[in-house]
């Protein structure tokens, strides 16, 4: 089902301008569109559409460390929780955290890259308030994360 995921802004990377009253379109696990919402629902008119308050973007690469927790599969998801939908290789040094992290879409990557949206990549975003709290997580187009 194809998503449109609006906000207050939208980033096509955190060093670009904002777009105001932003969208991207989720179409599987893909960007299908990015640009203002009624550009977006133009294209995509039957859509189902997720409003969130705050800044889109990409969802970022974890650089560090992964979060202590009681497993592997809780280590990956408060990585998923702070907005990043992949992580380095380095950090991820078990047979098992690797695992969890297959299981739950999220990159395991050899270095550093940046994180941009464009038509047709992989859909990983983030939404994130002005205090920089993560609001949604979207991995590989599925939302793997929502703050209460």
């Known amino acids: 089902m194809l998503t449109i995921h609006a906000a207050d802004e939208v980033r096509y990377g955190w060093d670009s301008a904002p777009v105001r009253d932003g969208a ?12 203002t919402l009624a550009e977006v629902q133009e294209r995509f008119p039957g859509a189902r559409v997720r409003r969130w308050p705050g800044v889109l973007g990409p969802a970022r690469v974890h650089e560090g460390p992964l979060p202590e927790a009681p497993s592997p599969r809780e280590r ?16 991820a040094d078990s047979p098992e955290l690797r695992a969890a992290a297959g299981r739950n879409d999220v990159l395991v990557l050899a270095g550093p890259r ?5 038509e047709n990549a992989r859909a990983d975003l983030a939404v ?3 205090t920089g709290a ?3 997580t979207v ?8 703050r209460r």
Request: proline share 2%; charged share 15%; aromatic share 2%.
């Open 24 to 35: 991207v379109a989720v179409d599987g696990g893909r960007i299908a569109a990015v640009g």
């Open 134 to 136: 993560c609001i949604a």
């Open 114 to 118: 940046p994180a941009v949206l464009d």
């Open 76 to 91: 990956v998801h408060a990585v998923l929780k702070s907005g990043a939908t992949a992580v380095l290789g380095a950090h």
């Open 139 to 146: 991995c590989a187009g599925r939302l793997v994360h929502r």
């Open 128 to 130: 994130f308030d002005a």
